[in-house]
């Protein structure tokens, strides 16, 4: 599985949770868990519906989550990560 990032993407990630080292750790751990087996269901991946329904979310922690679209069988772009409701 490849990853690409949306040029928003890091800077998102930054604001919201710079200098969390608990949500970086937990952050990578779900990204190769999501690399070894997207339907993992520790990940709680579920298809957005709605003005969303081109993405893809999966949990982090907590409240925290990625917002992905695939881009092809074996690339995603990573979009959006943050609360619910910061992503929603």
Same mark, same amino acid.
């Given at each position: 599985?490849?990853?690409?990032?949306?040029?928003?993407?890091?800077?998102?990630?930054? /604001?919201?949770?710079?200098?969390? *080292?608990?949500?970086?750790?937990?952050?990578?751990?779900?990204?190769?868990?999501?690399?070894?087996?997207?339907?993992?269901?520790?990940?709680?991946?579920?298809?957005?519906?709605?003005?969303?329904?081109?993405?893809?979310?999966? /949990?982090?922690?907590?409240?925290?989550?990625?917002?992905?679209?695939?881009?092809?069988?074996? *690339?995603?772009?990573?979009?959006?990560?943050?609360?619910?409701? *910061?992503?929603?």
């Amino acid at each position: 599985m490849n990853i690409i990032f949306h040029p928003n993407f890091k800077k998102v990630y930054k /604001s919201r949770f710079g200098g969390n *080292q608990k949500v970086f750790k937990r952050f990578n751990e779900r990204v190769a868990i999501f690399i070894e087996d997207i339907g993992n269901p520790i990940l709680h991946n579920h298809h957005l519906t709605g003005t969303m329904r081109e993405f893809w979310s999966f /949990s982090i922690a907590g409240d925290v989550r990625v917002i992905y679209r695939v881009i092809s069988e074996n *690339q995603v772009e990573f979009y959006d990560i943050g609360s619910h409701n *910061q992503v929603y």
